[in-house]
């Protein structure tokens, strides 16, 4: 069965910081890129960020690039997004999802688009307050 478990969302004020996990399991980690989505109230799902397991490539979007940062843990099948300075814009459910081709997913930018990737999880809450 394939699982992608986040955690690490919470209630942050405006400045401070969040890091958030992805236990991934039930496939093969190192040919998958790994990548972070988020949709706020009434907006668009998001792509945030994305790596890929096999080489370490990134992707973030341009709205948190400077403050995000993705790394990954192949030891553990697990990805963490460290967020800092955070703000009310960030306020969101973020989800943790999977793209089959690890390199290739990053390269050609498919994991930006969240009907392009194959698995999901059931997503973990962040609240930034002003």
């Known amino acids: 069965e394939v699982q992608l478990v986040e955690s690490g969302g919470g209630l942050v004020q405006a400045g401070g910081s969040l890091r958030l996990s992805c236990a991934a399991s039930?496939?093969?980690?190192?040919?998958?890129?790994i990548g972070w989505f988020r949709q706020a109230p009434g907006k668009e799902r998001e792509g945030v960020s994305c790596?890929?397991?096999?080489?370490?490539?990134?992707y973030y979007g341009d709205s948190v690039k400077g403050r995000f940062t993705i790394s990954s843990d192949n030891a553990k099948n697990t990805v963490y997004l460290q967020m800092n300075s955070l703000l009310p814009e960030d306020t969101a459910v973020y989800y943790c999802?999977?793209?089959?081709?690890?390199?290739?997913?990053?390269?050609?930018?498919?994991?930006?688009?969240?009907?392009?990737?194959?698995?999901w999880g059931k997503g973990t809450l962040v609240t930034v307050s002003s």
């Open positions: 999802a999977a793209r089959k081709g690890a390199r290739e997913s990053v390269v050609a930018g498919h994991c930006a688009f969240y009907y392009r990737m194959d698995y």
């Open positions: 790596i890929s397991s096999s080489d370490g490539m990134t």
């Open positions: 039930g496939f093969t980690f190192e040919d998958y890129a």
